[in-house]
């Protein structure tokens, strides 16, 4: 441990508590729409992080999921406020319900996400492309 924290003593980082988790969230933000998957990541060896598994197996079960209005809603806020039009959300669902915020991607990968769901994701972000490029 001691040579660890030689090694980080001077690095930028940030450290979370680790949180048990139901299931994962990637809410992908495009403008004013949310485009939310489950990521039954406790249901395979990647109960920690699912990305570990986007290299190799790809039988991690992904599901379309419907966020609670008041959930999603504190969502576009926050990107309103950010000034982001495009944002991939990491969050947790904890075993009890709880909605746990991880972090916001502003040029994530989604391609896998619409992969696994159909989400009409490049559409929307052709449309706020389109739409922003306009209004110059």
Known sequence: MRGLKN????????????????????VTVVGDEVFTCAIYSQDNVASVDYRQLLVGEQNLRHEAFELPKDVEEKLLNFMKNMGLDYGAIDRIVTPTGEYVFLEVNPYSKWHYIYKKTKFV????????????????
Not at 14 to 22: E, G, L, P, R, S
Not at 121 to 136: E, S
Request: hydrophobic residues 45%; contains cysteine; positive net charge.
């Open 7 to 26: 090694k980080i003593a001077n690095s930028p980082l940030c450290v979370q508590n680790y949180i048990d988790k139901a299931f994962e969230l990637r």
């Open 121 to 136: 994701i490049p559409k929307a972000i052709a449309t706020q492309l389109i739409t922003k490029a306009t209004a110059l």
